[in-house]
């Protein structure tokens, strides 16, 4: 498969991977996922160059999806990876684990329930001990599920996703700043929601306005620390979270199809973006929102 560099035409790449309808209970997994139309999180493609020897990330959601094409390009550009996921998902991030060491870094799992402050902040401090330290966190777990009309939307639910979005987010980065030196980066997760809520996604949509507000709040706290804080803002990516109830099962298909190049993208097409932000290569890169949408105009 050819790598990050070479020049393809991006409305065929990856243009064949539709998915059918289809429900994954629970935050679904990427081993169920792949049954149908597998995603790709660069394992064969993603060259690294050393753009971020021996750094230490601390990756939350890095078995599946987004996380995990992040993880693994970290890995290959000279970082060792720390991964927090649900217990649930060991399968997952096992796999992930395995190809952060067959790039010749440490690896380190890290299961658990980000909704729980007091794992949130254990976390950080696995992290800092098995990694002997930490230069960048990616604070990317999320929980979306599809809810069409806000009576529908029970109170439970709008807790666990503004738990897991948005207080694990600030929960984890307020454990992992005490232990970060200049130099070191911060990276949300956002969406393209934050910016143009679906009406299925009222509640998740608020989440993401919410972590890509403190990246840019954080952003100017930090900064005179020598702390870069930035955001990704993802357009619709071929992830367990999209079966897993994100959308609607019959949306799944034609998902895509609402963007510039009329197709799903996939998490293989993020990584760089959160490389890039973690290297030093994006030293004067503030409070920025990288949109990575396959064309969704945004402010
Ligand atoms: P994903 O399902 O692969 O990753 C989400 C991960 O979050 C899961 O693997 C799980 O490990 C983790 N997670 C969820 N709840 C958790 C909890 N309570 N405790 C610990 N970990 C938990 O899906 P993804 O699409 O790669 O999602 C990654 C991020 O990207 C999310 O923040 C999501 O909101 C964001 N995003 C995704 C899309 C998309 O289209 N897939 C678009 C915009 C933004
Ligand atoms: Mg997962």
Redesign the pocket.
Known sequence: MADQYTMQDPTKMYADRVPDEQYLPG??T?KEMAENVPADHGEDSYRGSGRLQDRKALV??G??????AVAIAFAREGADVAI???PE?DE?AQRILGLVKDAGRKAVAIP????DAAFARQAVQTAVDELGGLDILVN?????QHVEDIVDISDEEFDETFK??AY?TFWLTKAAVPHLSPGSTIIN?????AYAPSPQLVHYAAT?ATVNNLAKGLAAQLAPKGIRVNAV?????W????P?G?QAPDALPSVGEQTYLGRWGQ?AELAPAYVFLASNESSYVVGETLHVDGGMPTP
């Open positions: 935050p679904g990427d939350t959601g078995d599946s999806g987004i996380g995990a927090v996921y649900l998902e997952d658990g329930d980000l909704k990317n777990a999320g929980k979306q897991t979005n694990a997760s956002t969406s393209i929601q993401k803002a993802p357009g619709p990516i992830t367990p979270l999209q897993a994100g998490p």
